[in-house]
């Protein structure tokens, strides 16, 4: 069986911006968030953290790996959302520009960009993967754009999109091959 801890990344310097694979420096706050989450999970007996590539996630993902003394390794599938032209822009000014209709949200992104439906098509694949694994307790720690699509998929509402999951905010999926199998009824 696996289970799965879905962790946002902790807070970076300016949150006003659409980073997507661009980087982006933790502030002081965020390094505290991971350490808090670090410790958080140490006694939940995780047998290894996947990452993202981004600094911003493997800093903390670095720290729970040390935390709870386990594996650790970098997972393109739950990378941060590619923005395109929208990336390094305020989100204010591209909130402006575009819909917030829930399947106009799901499709749209910025030139060179992914959709939310482009996300879950990457992370799709790495969720079956663990569900027919036998890894325990498993971490992802991730960016926001992912959780979202994570969430989504796992509740069978595209409305996931929609919730704000905060730095430092994670979930816990306790047995994934069992909640696909119940969203295929």
């Not at 502030?27 to 939940?44: W, Y």
């Not at 040390?66 to 822009?89: Q, T």
Request: aromatic letters at 10%; a neutral charge.
């Amino acid at each position: 069986m696996t289970s799965i801890y879905v962790v946002r990344h902790g807070e970076v310097v300016d949150n006003s911006v659409y980073y997507g694979r661009l980087e982006a420096e933790l502030s002081e706050k965020g390094k505290e968030t991971s350490k808090r989450v670090a410790a958080s999970l140490a006694g939940k007996d995780i047998s290894k953290v996947l990452t993202s590539s981004m600094p911003r996630a493997a800093y903390m993902a670095f720290l729970i790996s040390e935390s709870c003394k386990c594996p650790i390794d970098s997972c393109w599938r739950i990378d941060a959302k590619e923005y395109g032209e929208w990336a390094g822009k305020k989100k204010d000014e591209v909130k402006r520009k575009n819909y917030n209709d829930l399947e106009v949200k799901w499709l749209i992104h910025g030139a060179g960009g992914e959709s939310y439906a482009d996300v879950a098509e990457r992370v799709a694949p790495l969720l079956e993967d663990l569900a027919n694994s036998d890894q325990g307790n498993v971490v992802l720690v991730t960016h926001e754009g992912v959780m979202k699509v994570i969430y989504s998929i796992l509740n069978l509402d595209r409305a996931g999109i929609n919730k704000r999951f905060r730095y430092g905010d994670f979930f816990y999926v306790p047995d994934l091959a069992q909640r696909i199998e119940d969203l295929s009824k």
